[in-house]
Every structure is written in structure tokens, then in C-alpha cells.
């Protein structure tokens, strides 16, 4: 059953805390087995406290020379990579192996395939496994300004049994993704839209390239708020495409830029289905933008007084 929890701001570190605590609410590690993707140096789960498999699209090495300039990653600390999942599928990556639960932070918005990967991950799972995802709050990131990803090219992507990103997404990614944007300013209403990142031209030779060559360049290829999240979720469950309902929403924190979906293996299309319309509902109810950046963008030119009222009438209409 989805249960909804809501979210408290608290201190750096006590918020590192809390996003474990939701992240693995429910979960024994010390005794399920786990897999987590994209760990790098900061694991959600350790080996420490329980069985663990790392996953990644590249081996330990590869990485650490991939990262070795990047300030925010520590290639002292990369974890060691179990499983490198990319031309063979994650089943036989894993050498067979199945789990209790996935781990995946910030990472379901770079897959090329969003329902194929959906279908690997369920290959591994357990009959009742759980994934656990952290996503971006596009409205509170650098894709403020891309629109939310649409059913189609989702179709798209699963019926080209895209390997790599598509042309859409990494040209819309270029394009439009934005520098130097802050969630806390967005929360309290100014207009932090950043400023453009890249040009016309550099998203037209990456998206040659990547045609041409099969290059794989890391973009966002999916844009998601909750509601949208929800909503093609629930879009895939009553298709048959996607057999998970979601069992646990931890919405977009104020001054935050993520929310968290935990997912459940459902071979029962109809619960699959209701457990997303909850989610979908949950998140419009508790919609940050009633008290965020989106109402404030478009009442911030009007007079103090005006926008006041318009609050309260807001307010009175729930």
C-alpha cells in the first residue's frame, strides 16, 4: 500500500541522514541482499552493512581514470564494481544472481531505454524485490527549462531498444539545460533560471557524433516532476509495460531537488495501476509549487496585496 511521507528540513548532515532513512525504510540490510547502481564513491548501502553487489557501466578502473579530474569524485574512495552492465544484460552481468531490493540514485533520468531498463531490473529482482529511486525535481534543477519527458518518446526509445541516447534527448539537453541554477533561490521565488550552458552548434555535432559514431554522450534523457513520474508510470502499468506498482512517495523537499519512488514487483495490472493514480494524487495534493517558485513567477509582478489574495483564494479552493 502507498504510504505518503512528508518531508522536514533540517541541518546538511541530518539531511544526508534522512534521505538514507527514507531511502531504506523498510529494509533489512543486514540480511536482504541489495544491488546499487552509479555508487561511485559515496554508496548508499556499504559492504559493512550487508550483502551488496555494485553495479556500473564501467569497471572500478575505467572509472577511476574517467573521474580522475572531476572535483566531485573522489577516485580514492570509488567503490569496487561488481557488475559492469552495458552490451550484456544485467541478469547475465550479475552472473545470475537475484536480489531483495535496487538501489539507484540519480540515475533513472540517464537510461536510454526507460522500459527496458525497468525490465532488467525485474529480471534480478526477487518475487516481492523493491526498487528504490532518488530522482530529480526537474523544476528545481538545471532543466527547469526542458519540458517533462513525453509518453512517446519513452515508446520511442523502448521500441528502438535504444543502447545509447536518442537524438531528441541529447539535442533537448544541450539546448536547453541551464548553468549555475540553485534549488533554495527557486524555492523562494527568484527567478534563478541560470543561464544557457551550451549552443546550437554543440548540440548539433554531439547528436552528429552520436549518430554517426554510436558515441555514448551522458545526458538527461528523461525530465521528470512527481505528477509526471507518476503519471507515465501509471500510463506503462496499464499496458503491461511496466509490472511494478509504487509502494512508498517521499516528495520534493523545500529548498530540495529530488523526491523518492520506491517500487514493488505487481504481476496485478489493476493494483499496479490504482498504486500509481495514488501517487500521481499525492503529489498534486502536496504540490510544492502551492507555496514555490512556479505561483510566485507568476504573481511576483503584481502588488504585494494582490498576491496575498490570490494565496488565500488558492487556499480556499482546496
Known amino acids: 500500500m502507498l504510504s505518503v511521507a512528508p518531508l522536514r528540513l533540517g541541518k546538511k548532515e541530518h539531511r544526508l541522514v534522512n534521505r538514507k532513512k527514507k531511502l531504506l525504510s523498510g529494509l533489512d ?31 572500478t578502473e575505467e572509472l577511476r581514470e574517467k573521474y580522475r579530474d572531476d572535483p566531485n569524485v573522489d ?17 547475465e552481468a550479475l552472473g545470475g544472481k537475484q536480489v531483495d531490493y535496487v538501489i539507484a540514485s540519480h540515475v533513472v533520468e540517464h537510461v536510454p531505454d526507460l522500459i527496458g ?26 532543466d527547469l527549462m526542458r519540458q517533462e519527458s513525453r509518453l512517446s518518446d519513452i515508446l520511442a526509445a523502448y521500441v528502438a531498444k535504444a543502447r545509447i541516447p536518442q537524438t531528441q534527448a541529447i539535442i533537448d539537453h544541450i539546448l536547453n539545460v541551464r548553468r549555475d541554477v540553485h534549488a533554495g533561490e527557486l524555492w523562494n521565488g527568484m527567478k534563478s533560471l541560470g543561464s544557457q550552458a551550451h549552443t546550437l552548434a554543440d548540440a548539433i555535432s554531439t547528436a552528429q557524433d552520436a549518430i ?44 530540495e531537488l529530488e523526491f523518492q519512488v520506491h517500487l514493488q514487483r505487481c504481476p496485478d495490472r489493476k493494483r499496479a495501476v490504482e498504486s500509481w ?34 494565496r488565500r483564494l488558492r487556499q480556499r479552493a482546496r
Open 75 to 91: 577516485v580514492n574512495d570509488l567503490v569496487d564494481v561488481d557488475a559492469v552492465w552495458g552490451r550484456q544484460s544485467l541478469f
Open 212 to 255: 554517426a559514431n554510436g558515441t555514448y554522450h551522458d545526458v538527461h534523457c528523461w525530465v521528470f516532476t512527481p505528477t509526471s513520474f507518476a503519471r507515465i508510470c501509471g500510463q506503462l502499468a496499464e499496458s503491461g509495460l511496466l509490472q511494478m506498482a509504487c509502494v512508498n512517495f517521499f516528495d520534493t523537499a523545500r529548498n
Open 277 to 310: 493514480q495514488k501517487m500521481e494524487r499525492a503529489a498534486v495534493a502536496d504540490d510544492p509549487r502551492d507555496n514555490g517558485p512556479r505561483y510566485r513567477f507568476r504573481l511576483s509582478s503584481a502588488p504585494r496585496n494582490l498576491y496575498y489574495l490570490a
Open 29 to 59: 540490510v543486514s540480511v536482504a541482499a541489495g544491488a546499487e547502481i552509479g555508487a561511485l564513491c559515496r554508496p548508499i548501502v556499504t559492504r559493512s552493512e550487508g550483502t551488496i553487489y555494485y553495479i556500473d557501466h564501467a569497471s
Open 117 to 142: 531498463w525497468f525490465d532488467e531490473l525485474n529480471a534480478i529482482l526477487q518475487p516481492e524485490g523493491q526498487i528504490r529511486l532518488v530522482i530529480p525535481d526537474k523544476r528545481f534543477t538545471f
